[in-house]
Every structure is written in C-alpha cells, then in structure tokens.
C-alpha cells in the first residue's frame, strides 16, 4: 500500500507545494547562473529510471563547457565554477527534479539515477537497484554520498531496495537535510565531483 499508492501520492504533493514555496529561490538561482556561468542554466541528461525505462533528469548546471585545444571537455575541477560550487555544495543544483517527482520519473528518496552508460556494466544483482524509482536522495547518499566505493553505493542501494519503507524513507529524510546542512561527502577522494563506474 505504502509503496504503490501512497508513497506516490505524498511524492507529488509535496514536489507540488516546495515549487510554490521554494520557487523564489530557484528564479533567482536561475538569474544567478545565467549572468554567472556564460548563460548555461540547466543539466539536462538521459538517466535509467524504474525497470531501467529512460528518463531526463533536470539539474541545475553546476559546470561550463570549456574544453581543450582538441575540443574534449575539461575536467570537472577546471569546470566547476564559482556559482557552481555553491549551489552544488548546498544542493540547490537538485532542485528542479521536482519537476521529475511531478512527471512521475523520480521519488524523493529512492537510489540515485545514474548514467545511461552503466546499465551494460552492472551484474544481475546490481541491476536491482532499479526495481524501484529513482530518487533525489538515497540511502548511500546519507551514508557517504559520492565520498564511497562503487561497491558500497550498490549495498545500499539494494538495501533500500529490499527494506523500503515509510520509516526508512523518513529516516533517510532527516538524514538528508543533516547531510545537506554540513555538506559532507559531495566528492569523491581526489575528484571534484565522483568518479565514474568501470564495472565489477
């Protein structure tokens, strides 16, 4: 009941009322990227969803597009920028996945959606990570965010999977909005940002 009805229900209500709430501040994230990072506002990428169906998450861009002299993208410490870090540090840059929540696409805590990449990388067991929506936040997200191994991101994940709950998710909640306070686990060791899957 919880998980196919009122989860559900609650996730689009709630997306529905932080847009109104919060919709100030994204205006003025809005202004502040487009005059602050050459215009370039929105991340719009195609990520795996429920039963791995794709979807386009919407983020606010944190990084520009410079690249190279061979035109490669920069790494992404040479393209965070000022703005960027902030908003990414106080994760206002995940904000416009409301409109995902709203769409029906994400859920307020669930796995998070990674790239479209990895789906050929992931064993069987790792592919059950996607028996259920994705989410803003997750429980490897309160339990390291991008500060952990791939291997412990997918125990987590899939421990969400088998013990989801209105609980679990109200826990992982509180544990977000602490995490989102003292910013803690946004990178990778010796990465600006997290370093990419390469399979098992």
């Known amino acids: 009941m919880y998980k196919s009805v009122i989860k559900p229900f609650l996730d689009v209500l709630v997306a529905f009322i932080a847009l109104v709430i919060l919709s100030p501040i994204i205006f003025l994230i809005i202004v502040l990227l487009y005059f602050f990072q050459s215009r370039e506002v929105f991340f719009i990428q195609d990520r795996p969803g429920k039963n791995e169906k794709i979807f386009k998450v919407i983020k606010f861009k944190t990084m520009n597009s ?8 920069l790494p992404d410490a040479d393209r965070l920028t000022t703005i960027g870090k902030f908003v990414r540090k106080t994760s206002l840059d995940e904000l416009p996945q409301l409109i995902n929540i709203l769409r029906g696409e994400m859920s307020f805590v669930g796995p998070r959606p990674w790239l479209v990449e990895y789906l050929k990388l992931y064993s069987k067991e790792q592919r059950r990570r996607h028996f259920v929506k994705p989410g803003i936040s997750g429980w490897a997200q309160v339990n390291g965010r991008n500060a952990i191994s791939w291997e412990e991101r997918f125990q987590y994940d899939l421990y969400y999977v088998d013990n989801q709950s209105f609980w679990l998710d109200l826990k992982i909640i ?27």
């Open 66 to 73: 410079k690249t190279d002299e061979n035109g490669q993208l």
């Open 174 to 200: 509180i544990y977000t909005l602490k995490k989102v306070f003292v910013a803690e686990g946004i990178a990778a060791e010796g990465s600006a940002t997290m370093e990419k899957f390469k399979g098992n």
